[in-house]
């Protein structure tokens, strides 16, 4: 296979776990599935940098970019934080192999920091929607449980950095497996992965249903109604406290309707006027192999 093929051939195999896989784990509300997803990213990356060795240095970000954009063809679950975590792991993995290279060393380094994103992407989301007041909450939160639980932000931190550790080991036992899997055994986990045959979203689905279902998601409810009792809790001012309400809700609203109504083809189309040739043509042959 030349470079472009096996670019191609990595794009499909990420895309249908992150279309099939990933639509199943999210329909199933299974967690930690953004994690496991992460991690068969990052082995999927580094199998294909080790077989380009000294050729196509931006092959990471190019399969993550393509495959980011595919995920809007997802049937169920979220689509904004997948598309967001998919690019974001796939260009903090292409620093590790700019800076050290297609050893080892420069893999592990990648997996490392692909993997780290899964922790920084939630607080990065929910800062956007409800600024520094995710702050204060947390720490309203945390002095009023203090007596009755005995937590800090200390303990906190500690529990989220055994997380990180235990996560990062992973990856380098990933980095280790991509090294010294069999190349049958590769065939077969890729050959797996491009027989998943995602379903394709029923066109009927109006958009305020899918925007509906957005945010109905377990997560997002919690998170508003945790942040609307620290301001009810905290507040004088019963405008000032609706309008603080209100703009997180419209915000992910927008987002979540500007997302599912863009169309895939002409978004290729602009890419192309971009002047990004390379990524509309994966996009392209992608797209072409997935409905044939």
Same mark, same amino acid.
């Given at each position: ?25 999210? +329909? ?8 496991? =997803? ?74 490392? %920091?692909?993997? %780290? ?7 990065? $989301? ?15 939160? $945390?002095?009023? =449980? ?7 932000? @200390? ?12 996560? /990062? ?9 991509? @090294? ?12 797996? =992965? ?20 957005? /945010? ?6 919690? +998170?508003? %109604?945790?942040? +609307? ?11 000032? $406290? @609706? ?30 006027? =971009? ?18």
């Amino acid at each position: 296979m030349n470079i472009d093929n096996q670019i191609v051939l990595f794009t499909i195999a990420l895309s249908m776990t992150e279309i099939g896989l990933g639509s199943l784990l999210h +329909s199933f509300k299974i967690p930690f599935s953004g994690h496991a =997803l992460s991690l068969n990213q990052a082995f999927l990356l580094s199998v294909l940098n080790i077989r380009l060795r000294n050729t196509d240095r931006l092959a990471s970000i190019e399969v993550s970019t393509a495959t980011a954009i595919l995920k809007s063809l997802s049937p169920a679950g979220k689509k904004l934080t997948p598309m967001l975590a998919i690019s974001a792991q796939g260009f903090l993995h292409n620093i590790g192999i700019l800076l050290i290279g297609r050893n080892f060393i420069g893999i592990a380094l990648a997996n490392a %920091l692909c993997s %780290l994103w899964a922790f920084i992407q939630p607080w990065f $989301i929910y800062y956007i929607l409800y600024s520094k007041d995710l702050i204060a909450m947390g720490e309203y939160f $945390i002095k009023k =449980l203090a007596p009755i639980a005995e937590i800090s932000i @200390f303990d906190i931190g500690i529990a989220v950095g055994i997380f990180v550790f235990i996560k /990062i080991l992973i990856s380098l036992g990933i980095t280790v497996l991509a @090294f010294k899997i069999k190349e049958d055994k590769l065939d077969a986990y890729i050959s797996y =992965l491009l027989k998943q045959k995602p379903k394709t979203p029923n066109p009927s689905t109006s958009i305020v249903k899918g925007v509906m279902k957005d /945010i109905t998601s377990p997560l997002f409810i919690f +998170s508003f %109604l945790l942040m +609307s009792s620290f301001y009810f809790l905290t507040g004088t001012n019963a405008a000032i $406290i @609706f309008w603080k309400i209100l703009r997180p809700l419209a915000l992910a609203i927008i987002i979540f309707t500007f997302l599912r109504i863009i169309p895939m083809q002409g978004l290729i189309a602009k890419i192309d006027k =971009l002047g990004l040739k390379r990524l509309s043509q994966i996009l392209k042959q992608v797209l072409d192999k997935i409905n044939n």
